[in-house]
């Protein structure tokens, strides 16, 4: 079935790092990919989204290629804040009914 | 806009008594999914709904679960009676028609049975 594996957290970084957050999936078909981020206290929130292979997703200063030779579509950022901190969930959607989630990455950025 | 709304936002009860948990969708969103996360097992799906019908809901972790969706602004999910592994955080999302797949979720009731 399809499903979505992500890298085990927590993931720490100092402010202003480089960050990578990894993501594969499998899936029959042609699914949208996309990253959630949920802050503390807060439901999961859409993040960025890519529709097709290569599509490349981005807010905030992330981004997320859609990779279908490679089956990924991991998350990205160049310079975290302190406010980045929080977890993020990839996901996949192949049309049907459901969302797959993956387990979840908790971020945590120091000053 | 309003999103997703869910009520209560935090309920204490103690073990036997009946939980109700609340959720309003977006206006026009015909799925209406109910998620539960723990630190243990994560996200959760529960059950799901399309046009109040429910589709699915091989989630329902007992019979002591139970969900309605009486009509498309509102939704509930019922615990009878709880148990102290029942605490958890409680999401409720939707979904519009003809997008691609994108889900909007509720700040989550957080349940705690003592």
């Known amino acids: 079935g399809d499903s979505v594996t992500q890298m085990e957290g927590p993931v720490t970084l100092s402010e202003e790092a480089f960050l990578t957050i990894n993501c594969t999936y499998t899936a029959t078909g042609y699914p949208s990919l996309f990253w959630y981020v949920q802050y503390p206290g807060e439901g999961l929130q859409l993040l960025l989204k890519?529709?097709?292979?290569?599509d490349k997703g981005s807010n905030k200063g992330f981004e997320a290629t859609y990779r279908k030779e490679t089956t990924s579509f991991h998350l990205e950022k160049g310079s975290v804040q302190v406010s980045d901190s929080a977890v993020y969930f990839c996901a996949l959607h192949t049309g049907g009914f459901k969302t797959i989630f993956g387990a979840g990455t908790r971020l945590f950025v120091k000053a | 806009d309003a999103g997703v709304i869910q009520s209560p936002r935090h309920e204490v009860t103690e073990m036997g008594q009946e939980v109700t948990l609340r959720c309003k969708p977006i206006s026009g969103h015909d799925y209406l999914f109910w998620y539960r996360q723990t630190m243990m097992r994560g996200l959760e799906l529960l059950i799901y709904f399309n046009n109040n019908v429910p589709i699915d809901d091989s989630g329902m972790p007992e019979d002591r679960f139970s969900a309605k969706m009486p009509n498309a602004s509102f939704s509930t999910l019922k615990i009878q009676p709880s148990e102290p592994r029942d605490s958890a955080v409680y999401f409720c999302?939707?979904?519009?028609?003809?997008?691609?797949?994108?889900?909007?979720f509720g700040e989550g009731s957080r349940l705690t049975v003592l």
């Open positions: 890519a529709t097709k292979a290569d």
């Open positions: 999302a939707s979904r519009s028609p003809g997008t691609t797949g994108e889900l909007f």
